[in-house]
């Protein structure tokens, strides 16, 4: 053993010494460093958020466990003789505790003001002119990429749960002002056309409507929650529809349901999409 050593070890004025004394000056500079770390306020990484889509899965699994018919009860379309969307979350395992009867674009700001603490109607009010917006405005806001906490998708394959579509309905197409449901899955891909500049995705979506997606009972497996058998209701549910792509990925259009034949151009019926963030 070295005599340096040795002395160390005894506590040597000139060596030993200094050494306690470094280390005790790094210790006390290591614990002034996790003070001011402890004290500092920890910012929460901004990014996708997708607890919406968690708050909408509750409501329509809650509903769903009542079952058809008497779910009806609770759950249905906003049409004829409503005054105004409403939405109920209520006590999980009470499914008779929660209710829907709301439009799809109304339902979609209900189920964002639920969630978020910045979903206030002053939020809807800046970025959509409206406390309650429809479709074809949040298609406008959205499409013009200007909306605080929701960022612009375009690209079909770029769809993630809990990013929400907004189509709009152009002057002379029927059915209100166009469609807000929010994406639940991507379900694949399928093939019934011979275009071979269009990939066509097959997309689970959570929505409130009238007019449930596909015919009752759909052969292909892709059935619609708000179906029993060959009956279909209405209200807030889970349903697949099929968007298209162009060769540049670009929305191109849409089927209603996996086994309905009319396609809906973006030429009339334009698509664009949003994830929701937690940054503004």
């Not at 999980?92 to 700001?109: D, K, N």
Request: hydrophobic letters at 35%.
């Amino acid at each position: 053993m070295m005599k340096g050593e040795i002395a160390f070890l005894s506590g040597d004025p000139k060596k030993g010494g200094d050494a306690m004394r470094l280390r005790n000056v790094a210790t006390s500079i290591g614990a002034g460093i996790l003070a001011v770390l402890a004290s500092t306020p920890q910012v929460a990484m901004a990014g996708p958020v997708t607890d919406h889509l968690t708050e909408a899965e509750e409501l329509v699994d809650e509903l769903n466990s009542i079952g058809w018919p008497s779910e009806s009860s609770y759950n249905k379309y906003c049409g004829s003789g409503c005054t105004g969307s409403v939405v109920t979350w209520g006590t999980p395992g009470t499914p008779t505790s929660y209710s829907s009867e709301s439009q799809c674009a109304p339902f979609v700001t209900k189920l964002l003001a639920h969630t978020y603490s910045w979903a206030t109607s002053t939020y809807f009010s800046t970025e959509f002119a409206s406390t309650s917006p429809n479709s074809a405005r949040y298609y406008d806001r959205i499409n013009a990429d200007t909306v605080d906490h929701m960022d612009k998708i375009t690209k079909v394959a770029s769809l993630a749960p809990g990013d929400i579509i907004a189509i709009k309905y152009e002057a002379g197409a029927s059915g209100g002002s166009g469609h807000t449901p929010v994406v639940r899955s991507l379900a694949g891909t399928v093939v019934t056309d011979s275009d071979p500049n269009t990939t066509e995705y097959v997309v689970e979506v959570v929505d409130s409507t009238s007019n449930p997606h596909g015919t009752a009972p759909v052969a292909d497996g892709h059935d619609d929650s708000r179906s029993s058998g060959s009956t279909e209701y209405s209200g807030v549910g889970y349903g697949f529809m099929v968007l298209y792509a162009d060769a540049t990925g670009d929305f191109y259009g849409y089927r209603w349901g996996t086994d309905e034949s009319t396609f809906h151009s973006v030429a009339t019926r334009p698509i664009v999409a949003a994830r929701v963030t937690s940054e503004a």
